[in-house]
């Protein structure tokens, strides 16, 4: 690893000494990420995953802009466990209870940004509807990528002709002779 320094050379880490030196880079990275969000605005996002069976997690993810780095930072501040139903209320008090342990004053919360499913942007029982409720001015944003692949399935679902069995059909057509791929 460092072969230019004979003491260098000799250092060893395993699975204890390099989890200690993670720990205690992400910790002082972590330190740096909230006091920009205890003095300026931040965006927040986030988005369900249950891949642990009952128990659902949340990245909360932070966009905002580094002084020291001069530039724009997305990055994931905590990953927080929801053992509880997946309820537009959970999730924001799960969200709030994250901000407040960070101290992170509401309103330097601008923005909340999610996929467009009704638990994260619902106009009553939504994430974003109990946000709004506690910073009245936050922004919310919907996911455009969301959206259009919603339109896109509407739209394909209305064709007469399946494209996904057609475009399988054309693959397999093509595949196999080399004169029908050069000429289409």
Do not use: W
């Not at 053992?83 to 909340?112: H, K, M, Q, W, Y």
């Amino acid at each position: 690893m460092f072969p230019d320094s004979n003491i260098a050379s000799k250092y060893g880490c395993a699975r204890t000494k390099t989890a200690c030196v993670i720990e205690t880079l992400a910790g002082e990275d972590t330190k740096r990420i909230v006091k920009a969000h205890q003095t300026g605005p931040l965006a927040l996002a986030t988005d369900g995953s249950n891949d642990l069976g009952s128990v659902k997690l949340y990245p909360i993810c932070v966009q905002y802009f580094d002084d020291e780095m001069g530039k724009v930072m997305c990055v994931m501040l905590s990953l927080k466990e929801c053992s509880t139903s997946s309820t537009g209320e959970n999730i924001s008090d799960l969200l709030d209870a994250e901000l407040t342990r960070c101290s992170i004053p509401r309103n330097n919360c601008v923005c909340f940004a999610a996929d467009n499913a009704s638990v994260m942007m619902g106009k009553y029982k939504g994430v974003a509807a109990f946000l709004v409720k506690k910073a009245p001015s936050l922004y919310i944003l919907g996911c455009a990528c969301h959206l259009i692949h919603l339109a896109a399935g509407k739209a394909a679902s209305a064709l007469t002709v399946k494209v996904d069995e057609l475009l399988v059909d054309v693959y397999y057509y093509l595949d196999k002779s080399s004169n029908r791929a050069q000429n289409f």
